[in-house]
């Protein structure tokens, strides 16, 4: 039982356009959602964060949008540099509870220069 | 040091041993938390500790596994007989844990313990 699902496991793009990166859930109680990046031997590395009272949240950039209807958020970073090739992790919690992260499988994001 | 710290880095052992992580947060934070990921396998959620009091123990696989935390800093998880399955990298990260109500706070990785059992 998947409730945070990344259906893309990987993504090519050319340096200076648009990298979208998706993800699903599944349970309706989560109210928080964020992203990290990860590089080989290497731990996660927090970028942005969204509350579900929110529909976007942007950071330099990096924007990530929330679609609670759909259940879907999405991660868009413009313009793409080949810094940003990596493992983009997207997770999810539940606020007031332990706020334990579930994660989706990743998506590898090559960026060609 | 500024972030999270987890020692070893890379631990080998044989089936059947005890193993001891350990995982120093960043000062000041008070939850910590434990994941691991398995090969091809996404982040697995172990335990929570808010404090020294773990009030979610949901993740742990079997009673093989435990954890403790002391003086609201370091956090140890130990593996007893451990078994060829739980090879795996197992991540710390560690939070604020301000109360939900005042701020998200979110969570902040060390770079892992990649566990092999031969």
Same mark, same amino acid.
């Given at each position: ?18 990298? !979208?990166?998706?993800?699903?859930? &599944? ?17 996660? &590395?927090?970028?942005?964060? !969204?509350?579900? !009272? ?52 990743? &998506?590898?994001? &090559?960026?060609?220069? | 040091?500024?972030? @999270? ?6 631990? @080998?052992? %044989?089936?059947?041993?005890? @193993? ?7 000062? *000041? ?7 691991? #990921?398995?090969?091809? #396998? ?16 949901? *993740? ?7 954890? %403790?935390?002391?003086?609201?800093? @370091? ?44």
């Amino acid at each position: 039982d998947q409730q945070v699902k990344q259906n893309s496991p990987s993504l090519s793009v050319q340096e200076g356009r648009i990298s !979208i990166l998706n993800c699903d859930y &599944t349970n309706s109680m989560f109210d928080y959602f964020l992203w990290y990046k990860k590089y080989p031997a290497e731990g996660p &590395t927090f970028l942005i964060s !969204i509350s579900s !009272i929110k529909d976007k949240n942007e950071d330099g950039r990096f924007t990530v949008f929330l679609n609670k209807s759909a259940k879907h958020l999405s991660l868009h970073i413009v313009p793409s540099q080949p810094g940003d090739s990596a493992v983009y992790f997207c997770a999810a919690s539940t606020q007031g509870g332990s706020e334990k992260l579930v994660f989706g499988k990743g &998506t590898k994001l &090559t960026v060609n220069p | 040091g500024a972030g @999270v710290s987890q020692s070893p880095s890379n631990k @080998v052992t %044989e089936k059947g041993k005890d @193993v001891e992580l350990r995982c120093d947060p960043i000062s *000041g934070h008070t939850a910590l938390y434990w994941y691991r #990921q398995s090969l091809g #396998q996404g982040l697995e959620f172990l335990i929570y500790f808010q404090g020294n009091s773990a009030p979610d123990k949901s *993740g742990l696989p079997s009673d093989r596994f435990s954890a %403790e935390r002391t003086g609201g800093s @370091v956090s140890t998880l130990t593996i007893q007989r451990t078994q060829q399955e739980d090879s795996a990298v197992y991540l710390c990260a560690s939070s604020l844990g301000l109360p939900s109500y005042l701020s998200n706070q979110p969570q902040h990785f060390g770079d892992g313990t990649r566990l092999s059992i031969l």
